[in-house]
């Protein structure tokens, strides 16, 4: 008995669903660590976009200006953090399509990049500003508050237009951008594009191994049964 369960056991372990399942798990993981980090900054940012918290933290005091000035560092840590999870990704995912190389995974994959990431400005966008802060600058942040009392937490389009890496998509992104930039906005656009991606290829590699993921299912319900 005990060497029928080993046996099991190994199968399991070598079987192609759960291969499948590591892969899977390990993107989903990566996609794990930009979600949290796009929550991060939303409620990072939150904080000064409520007029009451905002006051309640003594941002925008004029009589002790380095709040507000510490606050807008914490905003950039955190941008930086969700820009550099999401070049991060874009590497894991390619390394998860590369191993479908030859299947109509790869090829329906680049077909699916290529209108929703390649040739979108939001995207392109994404990518170079992670190499601006990298290579240019810490973009210039800074706080509002209009008539209405209401707050805001922007980037100083302008500023970043001064850089020469931008590509022709992701200048035109920022062009379409007010002259002061709610981060707010395209963090959580590109979330939930990132999202809808990471839903696509899920279902993909599971309809891709269906077959292995059945044997493997059976497997267990065996070994559950010992």
């Not at 002259?179 to 590109?190: D, G």
Request: with cysteine; proline share 1%; charged share 25%.
């Amino acid at each position: 008995m005990q060497s029928e369960i080993q046996s099991i056991r190994e199968k399991i372990e070598n079987s192609e669903g759960m291969k499948c399942i590591a892969k899977m798990n390990y993107h989903n993981r990566c996609i794990g660590i930009l979600n949290g980090n796009c929550k991060d900054l939303a409620e990072k940012l939150s904080i000064g976009e409520n007029f009451a918290e905002a006051m309640s933290y003594g941002l925008m005091d004029q009589k002790n200006a380095s709040l507000t000035a510490e606050y807008l560092e914490e905003i950039i840590r955190y941008l930086h953090n969700f820009l550099a999870s999401a070049s991060m990704l874009i590497d894991i995912t390619r390394n998860l399509i590369k191993t479908y190389s030859n299947t109509k995974i790869y090829k329906k994959y680049q077909e699916k990049i290529n209108l929703d990431f390649i040739n979108d400005e939001l995207s392109n966008f994404i990518g170079r500003f992670r190499n601006y802060i990298l290579h240019c600058g810490v973009p210039s942040a800074g706080m509002r508050i209009d008539v209405s009392a209401n707050t805001t937490v922007f980037l100083s389009r302008d500023e970043m237009l001064k850089w020469s890496g931008w590509n022709a998509k992701s200048k035109k992104y920022l062009n379409s951008c007010p002259e002061e930039i709610r981060i707010t906005e395209f963090a959580r656009l590109y979330t939930k594009k990132v999202d809808n991606l990471n839903q696509w290829i899920n279902r993909e590699i599971k309809e891709y191994h269906a077959k292995d993921l059945a044997e493997l299912y059976k497997l267990q319900e065996q070994l559950r049964e010992n």
